[in-house]
Structure formats: C-alpha cells, structure tokens
C-alpha cells in the first residue's frame, strides 16, 4: 500500500513517520506467540547468545548521572531522559515472568518462520520503498524488549553505528509488540535532527543542548502500530517505569546499492551478528525486493 504524498513528505521534513495499526491484531498475537517460542526455547536451533537476559544480581549499579538539562541526564557522552534512578529497587527484584527476564532478541527473523514474513511482507516493504527506492536488503533485526523498570535509552543516530556503510540513509521500521507509553519508555525523536548530518559520541552533547531537547517529541503508540526513522534522526527513549515490559521489533534496511566500506575488524564482527546470507558482507545481505549491486551490501 505505500505512503501517500503528505507521508512522504512529513518523513523528510521531521526523520520519522508514524503508521498507526501496520498490523492486525491477528498478526500481532501470531507475532506475540512467536516471540515467546524465541525466548522460551520453543524455536528449534535459535541460539541462545541471541538472547540477552536479565539478572537481577548482575544488574550494575552505575555511577550517579549529572543533570543535562532540565528533563535529561548525562553519564559520560551519554545523554537521556530523566527518570530511571528513581527505580533502582524495583529493578533489582526477583523477575517471575521469563518474558520480563528479556533486554533484547537479536535477529528473530533469522530462525523463525512468522518474523521472517513479517520482514519481507508488502505492509512494510512498500513504506521503504516509497522513502528509499526500490532495491532492498535487511541489514538486521532486533527486539528491545524494555523489560519492567528498565532504564533509558540513550540518546543516538543508527549511523553513528553503520559506519560501514558508505551511505548515511537507511530506514528503521519499529514495530509494537506492546503499547508504548510515556512512562513504560516510548521513543522520543527531535524532528528535523536527520539534517543535522552525522555526529560522533564526543560532540553528541554538544549538538543536544537545552534548545535542541526542548524539541523532543515522544511518541505513545498502540501495540500493531509502527514507526520508521531515518538512520540520522537522534532519538532514545525513556526509562521503563512501570511494572510491565515494552517490546519494539526494530528491522533495519538498507538500499541495495549501498557500498559496504567496513575494515576487517567490522567485517569480522558483523560475521558474528548472523545477519549475512553470503559468507561475507560483499552482496552478503538478504535481498528483500529489487535487485543486488557489484560491490554493495
Ligand atoms: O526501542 C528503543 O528503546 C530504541 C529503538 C531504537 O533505537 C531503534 O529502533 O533504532
């Protein structure tokens, strides 16, 4: 179905596009299901390093962050909103439910059948298409599952992370598994920040001054709805501070004829991420729709 002209537009002038109920709520119980399986060990050959777990033991106490702003913090470089010291006790205790024992589900669409039609179904596909041309590859999928009291997250731009591509423009779809709420920790962006151009973790809190986070917008949605972003947009999300888990089912693409531009230490990592068809990054990634680049991802 696509974006009509007023979506396309909004998308370029503010980095983010919302899409309210992408899926039904068939889909998404399927979807819900499916994710237990992941986490539960019901999905045969899913290794577990794909699974990063919740301890309550193990959970660091970090040093105490400085006031960055009024309604932010800062740790270091990192910056991020305000809130997830006020619940250190609550999240240091006992977890009951396996599914709240999660942080985060890397490359579900690798191993299971549901996730795997979900990254190539029309619904999503033809929104980035429309935003970002017709040849098109997963880079890689992730659930950041925001388990009860989890903490925030800071603030970043995905390319900051995708240095390996040559290209600074590759679009995120985050899809709802739950509703996503001011105080369970939705994601906040600053509309327009995919401008700003690429900025490194030493100046990041240089660019997000009090000026530019009073432009912060949160985004509240309901479970089946969707958000896609801009790999340059900066956005986070806030602490969890309720008792009830938040997952987002983050898909990564990436246009075809993207360079790939990694050193080999990159390259050796992204080996180790799963996400390659190939047995190197080079024409390595799955194509989604379109067609495959000499020299591309
Ligand atoms: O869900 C979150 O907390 C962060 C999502 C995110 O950073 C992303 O999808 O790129």
Redesign the pocket.
Known sequence: MGLNDAQKKLFFKDGYIVVKNLISPDELDTLREHYANLVLGGTPNFPERHISRLNPEHIQTLEPPTPHGSQHNRRGTQVFPMGEENYETQRSAPITDPLDAVNKMNVPSRYDTVFRKFVRSPKIVDIVADLMGANIKLYYDQV?A?PPYARA?RY?Q?SVFWGFFASNFQI?C?LLLDDATLEN?C?RFIPGSHKFGLVNWDHLPYMLTEAVLAQEVAVPLTAGDATF?HSLAL???GPNTTPYRRR?W?M?YVSADTRYIGTPEETERIKQLDCLVGQEPVNGWPLIRGKEFPGCV
Request: glycine share 12%; with cysteine; aromatic share 6%.
């Open positions: 950041f925001k997250n970043h995905d995120t985050q920790g994601v972003h956005h986070c999300s987002g983050s990564h």
